[in-house]
């Protein structure tokens, strides 16, 4: 039998972020992986400036930055497209980091495997970090299943069943977990009108903003990465992907020729459909992410729609909160489950808010008329002209703090600009961001 102080079941940016602080506070903490190489597939890649605080905290973030690409602003463009198969501008939006007056006014772009790297090299430093590879989460062997106490899990490794006890269990295994299961947490889910695909390919050395171009039809974003790629995505219709993938791989790449001349000669460097992968947003909730001494975390706990870039975010701030929450426990020598509940109330209703904006972002996009971008575009100008709304939008999704929408937005959104207080919008800007006491309420209780 083994023991450890927590177990963490998945090593992806949560959980590893999770294991991150625990092993540099001592806490014992074993860390199962079941893929033994590299994943393949992409997933997340941007970092919010509240994910980059973290690891300020956690003392990993000049790696981080040494191998990342940054972005102050997010350029949108409305568009049309014209006949001949070119594109002419609507209008421009452009979204700043910059309005945050914050240590990291920015988001940054890094590889998932690259940061996940980072991460694993940084806690491996630690002697109380233990990281099981390639192994899986079989279920708990031992459990008391109405109070919810977890007290064995069973891992399969090198053919063999091993046995783990601990005080604690975490799932951070993504969207099936299995520890979310065994606490019985039905799980809420919004599917959506249409998929996307994404893939990375060269950029020139100049190419260096993030953009994003919607016609009232089409949407392409593009995202600078470090070493001259650029990670794309293209909204299509389900269905169309067997269909473009018959027709031949002009059918992707021209799109972003036309939309992004530049990179025409960059797009065609796709040399097959392996490169490119589906994506299927999704988005699921459940109602509890702690029950008894096992809590889950990231996708595990709630997946979002990947329109406004939030999911990786909100998977590493989860493993920063909980990671402090049980560090804490272990400097205090108290293990009692019940205050685990503290993670669920400091997480839960930021990660809600944050999946309810990211369903309201991919509205925007969701269906292919004039008028509906029409009325998109309207409400982009507001955002971003207004200096309430375009600090409000960029605060709420970087992560650093929340200022709720009001129907007092509804006036500003039609009202003129300049209507607005300069003295109260500076106090009101200070209040909205989180503070440690927010963050980590425990230390202050
Ligand atoms: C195709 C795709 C594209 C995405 N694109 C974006 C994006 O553009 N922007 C964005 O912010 N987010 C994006 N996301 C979401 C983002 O990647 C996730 O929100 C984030 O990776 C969640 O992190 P996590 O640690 O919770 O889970 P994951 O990254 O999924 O990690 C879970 C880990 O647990 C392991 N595991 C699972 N089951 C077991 C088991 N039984 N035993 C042991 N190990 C196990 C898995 O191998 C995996 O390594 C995307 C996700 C997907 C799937």
Request: hydrophobic share 40%; proline share 5%.
């Amino acid at each position: 039998m083994y023991n450890y102080d927590v177990v963490i079941i998945g090593g992806g940016v949560g959980g590893l972020t999770l294991a991150l602080k625990l092993a540099q506070s001592g806490v014992e903490v074993l860390v199962v992986e079941k893929e033994k190489n590299p994943g393949k597939i992409y997933k997340g890649e941007l970092l919010q400036p509240k994910s980059l605080m973290y690891f300020d905290e956690l003392n990993v973030i000049q790696p981080i930055l040494d191998v990342s690409h940054p972005l102050s602003t997010i350029h949108t463009y409305e568009v049309e497209e014209l006949k001949d198969g070119r594109v002419r501008e609507n209008m421009y939006i452009p979204l700043h980091y910059s309005r945050l007056a914050f240590k990291y006014p920015e988001a940054r772009m890094i590889p998932h495997e690259t940061l996940k790297n980072i991460l694993l090299d940084k806690a491996s430093s630690y002697d109380s970090f233990h990281y099981w590879n390639p192994a899986v989460f079989k279920g708990f062997s031992e459990m008391n299943e109405k109070k919810h106490e977890y007290s064995t899990a069973l891992i399969h490794m090198n053919k063999e069943d091993l046995h783990v006890s601990a005080s604690f269990f975490v799932g951070a295994e993504g969207r099936s977990s299995a520890i979310r299961k065994a606490m019985k947490q039905q799980v809420v889910t919004t599917q959506y009108n249409h998929h996307f695909l994404t893939v990375t390919f060269p950029r020139p050395e100049s190419y260096t903003e993030a953009r994003m171009y919607a016609s009232h039809k089409s949407f392409i974003g593009l995202f600078p990465l470090p070493d001259n790629e650029v990670r794309c995505v293209m909204l299509i219709k389900p269905g169309d992907y067997p269909k473009m993938k018959k027709e031949g791989l002009h059918t992707f790449t021209e799109p972003f020729s036309h939309f992004e001349p530049e990179l025409a000669d960059y797009v065609t460097q796709i040399e097959s459909w392996k490169q490119i992968q589906l994506m299927i947003p999704v988005r699921h909730n459940i109602h509890e992410y702690v029950k008894g001494n096992a809590a889950v975390i990231g996708d595990a706990a709630h997946a979002v729609h990947p329109m406004a870039g939030e999911g990786m975010n909100l998977a590493i701030q989860d493993g920063a909160v909980l990671g402090d929450l049980l560090a804490w426990m272990h400097e205090t020598n108290n293990k009692n489950p019940s205050l685990l509940k503290q993670f669920e109330q400091v997480r839960k209703k930021r990660a809600d808010r944050l999946s309810l904006m990211s369903h309201f972002s991919a509205l925007g996009y969701m269906w292919p008329f004039r008028w509906y971008q029409f009325g998109r575009m309207q409400a982009l100008k507001r955002f971003e002209r207004h200096p309430i709304l375009h600090y409000k939008h960029m605060l709420n999704i970087s992560g650093i703090g929340w200022w709720n929408y009001t129907p007092f937005d509804g006036i500003r959104f039609f009202g003129p600009s300049w209507m607005y207080l300069k003295r109260r919008f500076r106090r009101r800007c200070e209040e909205a961001i989180f503070t440690e006491k927010d963050d980590y309420p425990w230390r202050y209780s």
